[in-house]
């Protein structure tokens, strides 16, 4: 029986090498993995999921009208498919998530999604919401903060250099650079951030060593 999987982290914990690494077991077995990448994701070259260490592979697209249940059974029934491996998931809808599990439930095929579980205020995505109350595996990938604690939050840095804590969940072509801290730290920086808006601090750039 397929089962439908969220492998989740905060920034940095390798979540696309592990979908890479994922992706060459099933080819190298012969079997063929159907990659998607979130069309919102301009770090890279569009439809292609690269990972820090340098291994890449070309992806699908999914934007939030994409109905996944519609292409996968479409590219499953021009070549089978054995596995859907999704990065960037936290993007996807609640409908796209529902459209997973009936790919997992009745085509039979594995989902395997990789992506954030909050972002830089502390809140669910959409995506990730969804995958934490319906997949069948949870997986955390840990990375830790500079302190050495597990980073279970991410930090959205300004391009002042000072911890930014409202405005909107993505932040498309921004100069923003995120960083994965433990809670402890992200409530510290984030309440000294409020402390040098208020006047109450002088604004200087944060340093995470
Ligand atoms: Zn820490």
Known sequence: MAQLYFYYSAMNAGKSTSLLQSSYNYNERGMRALIFTAEIDTRFAQGKVVSRIGLSADALLFSPQTNMAEVIKKENNN?????????????LTKQQVEQLCDIVDNVDIPVLCYGLRTDFSGELFS?????????????ELKTVCWCGRKAGRVLRIGSDGIPVYEGAQVDIGGNEKYISVCRKH??????????????QLPKVPFHFN
């Open 127 to 139: 995506g990730s919401q969804y995958l934490l109350a319906w997949s069948d595996k949870l997986v």
């Open 79 to 91: 070549q089978k498919v054995h596995c859907v491996l999704i990065d960037e998931c936290q993007f």
């Open 186 to 199: 992200y409530m510290e920086a984030i309440n000294k951030a409020k402390l040098m808006a208020n006047g």
